[in-house]
């Protein structure tokens, strides 16, 4: 059993000593919690257990705590994909919901996997998920001030379980000014991908993540064969060519970690009941 979750990309983390520790600290609390839960649950649970408590903590841009756009208003994306059933659900520009990674979760059994907008945000309600304003002061102030904020935060985690399943999932508050409807890698197979063989959360700029198709790329590389190690360091060297701005963490099925970000600036923690290791 493994697990490992970030904190996506905060430039603040390094010029803020302050705020670097609460996260850091937060990541340690959430990852070891984690870790207990996955002991009694699969993968793909343990993954939005953990997203949902990173979504739930407003120092991360996912869930409260993200960040608005240039209308004013919040929309965020969040997708879970389980490695065993290669299934993928989730919603995109959601609005004035607690928890993304949960009805990402919810629509798993659905057939129409991936829903955008309004469509998201009906599906939510229907499904019992409340209206609840995401929305911090901080933010706000931020917005007001014409701040980007601390922008490229997203938050991720990928667990392998008892059995060896792999799940991966991926929320995010997005970019921060963006211009309504613009799609975020969060919910993509470019920022958020699993199978029998590995999984991978990403973080950073959205577009430059789909334009490497990151996730699923370095998946499909483990999958055929390459190291995890490897597979990533060579994506990233694609992703450097076109002068990419993402982080990512990985598990393959032995149980492997590998994470690393093109800025040196991502905040993740990673235990496997024994080490536990953390950075930002
Ligand atoms: N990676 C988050 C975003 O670009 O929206």
């Excluded at 649970?45 to 949902?52: G, L, P, Q, R, W």
């Excluded at 979760?105 to 996997?113: A, M, W």
């Excluded at 998920?129 to 991720?156: M, N």
């Amino acid at each position: 059993m493994k697990i490992i979750i970030h904190g996506g990309f905060f430039g603040e983390s390094h010029t803020d000593p302050v705020t670097k520790k609460k996260k850091q600290d937060a990541l340690i609390a959430i990852v070891k919690e984690s870790y207990e839960y996955l002991k009694t649950h699969t993968a793909l649970e343990a993954v939005m257990h953990a997203v949902t408590q990173l979504e739930d903590d407003p120092l991360f841009n996912a869930g409260i705590g993200s960040q608005i756009q240039s209308d004013g208003k919040i929309r965020m994306s969040a997708s879970i994909m389980d490695g065993k059933t290669q299934k993928m659900s989730g919603v995109i520009n959601i609005e004035e919901t607690k928890n993304p990674i949960q009805v990402a979760f919810k629509l798993l059994p659905f057939e129409d996997r991936i829903l955008g907008g309004e469509g998201a945000t009906n599906f939510a309600r229907m499904n019992g998920f409340e209206a609840f304003s995401t929305e911090i002061p901080q933010r706000r102030k931020e917005h007001e001030a014409k701040l980007a904020s601390h922008g490229l935060g997203t938050v991720g985690c990928v667990a392998v379980d008892k059995d060896g399943n792999i799940a991966a999932g991926t929320s995010t508050g997005g970019k921060g000014f963006e211009i309504p409807g613009r799609i975020s890698d969060s919910a993509t197979v470019a920022g958020n991908y699993a199978n029998a063989f590995c999984g991978v959360s990403c973080t950073g700029v959205g577009e430059d993540i789909v334009s490497n198709a990151t996730a699923a790329k370095i998946v499909t590389r483990v999958t055929d064969g390459m190291p995890i190690k490897d597979a990533v360091e060579k994506t990233f060297t694609e992703l450097k060519a076109i002068e990419g701005f993402a982080g990512v963490i990985a598990i393959d099925k032995d149980g492997n970690f590998y994470h690393k970000d093109s800025h040196v600036c991502m905040v993740y923690a990673k235990f496997d009941g024994n080490d536990l290791e953390v950075f930002g």
